[in-house]
């Protein structure tokens, strides 16, 4: 089920359907029209001027999961170049998820930071009211 949901996002996200706004959180938001439902927790971590990693928590087949995914900025728009599910921390068995730009799961850390962190190539998020964390690493961008 875990595999199949996250090619069904990669496809979603990648084929034709794109997401847009005028600022990051915008466009995680626009996500929410025909992708996911309810999206909470978001963080966003800067790559560089033009591009951004956000994590968040969200809905699908009424499951709650989190998500990762990187944002551009093209023509002074935000777009998500991608998104994917990473699972539950209480219920994915799966070590990584990933797509074309980014790699995620989940990771114990003993004494993480709360603000996002970037530690051996990868973003390291705490999530929201938790002790369990995130890790991201981005692979090579154009």
């Not at 992708?35 to 790559?47: G, R």
């Not at 797509?99 to 998020?125: H, M, R, V, W």
């Amino acid at each position: 089920m875990f595999i199949f949901l996250c090619c069904f996002l990669l496809v979603a996200c990648s084929d034709e359907t794109v997401f847009v706004g005028n600022t990051p959180e915008e466009a995680i938001e626009s996500m929410e029209r025909d992708f996911v439902k309810d999206i909470t927790d978001t963080q966003f971590v800067e790559i560089d001027d033009e591009k951004k990693i956000a994590i968040f928590e969200a809905s699908i087949n009424k499951e709650r999961e989190y998500f990762a995914s990187i944002l551009e900025e093209q023509n002074k728009k935000w777009q998500v170049t991608e998104a994917f599910g990473v699972g539950n921390p209480e219920t994915t068995k799966s070590v990584r998820s990933g797509g074309n730009y980014l790699e995620a799961g989940f990771i114990n850390l003993k004494n993480g930071s709360l603000t996002p962190q970037f530690i051996n190539d990868q973003y390291i998020f705490r999530l929201n009211n938790s002790e369990k964390f995130v890790w991201v690493k981005v692979k090579v961008l154009d």
